[in-house]
């Protein structure tokens, strides 16, 4: 392939699927300038990559895996983690004043316990609230399905213990 062509089929790939990345960007990163320099790194560590695609895999699979092995070894480097009101005031931007409380409530513990989560079990629960499938999560994150099924199953009793603590001991 011609390095003109190359160049705008990698184009047209970020174009059309930079919402992978967004969502990548927004999950381990708070401030507005994080969230930019994560992505730009993305698209470096894609664009250092698209030679090797094989079109073993799809390409959003491919490019979720570079998104987040980009972010989980940035996000180590910079060993940021957002505080808890931080969190509240990301989650609070969402919501309208006039929702329900209790929702809005109960929103918060559960963003504040996938905060508390580790790199990988924080893919995980995006992949999985993207809906995707068991098969196309445990391509992403490289590991198998019956082990991606593990992992989900202490993820969710990780997070109970953390949004529940006090029915652990009733």
Same mark, same amino acid.
């Given at each position: &392939? @011609? ?24 999950? %381990?990163?708070? /401030? ?70 209790? @929702? /809005? ?5 559960? %963003? ?24 196309? &999560? ?13 992992? &989900? ?18």
């Amino acid at each position: &392939m @011609k390095t003109q062509d190359f160049t705008q089929a990698f184009l047209q790939v970020i174009d059309k699927e930079q919402g992978i990345i967004h969502k990548v960007c927004n999950m %381990y990163r708070r /401030e507005v300038d994080d969230r930019k320099d994560l992505f730009q790194e993305i698209v470096i560590q894609l664009w250092k990559a698209f030679p090797n695609f094989r079109h073993e895999a799809k390409i959003t699979t491919w490019m979720y895996r570079i998104a987040l092995n980009t972010a989980i070894s940035d996000y180590r480097k910079q060993k940021k983690r957002p505080e808890t009101s931080e969190i509240s005031d990301r989650i609070s931007e969402t919501f309208k004043p006039e929702e329900d409380t209790v @929702k /809005e409530e109960n929103m918060q513990l559960l %963003y504040a316990a996938i905060e508390k989560l580790t790199d990988v079990e924080k893919a995980v629960v995006m992949l999985y609230l993207e809906e995707h499938s068991y098969e196309e &999560m445990a391509d992403i994150v490289g590991i198998t399905q019956n082990n991606l099924r593990v992992k &989900m199953n202490r993820i969710r009793e990780k997070l109970r213990k953390i949004m529940n603590p006090e029915k652990l001991w009733n």
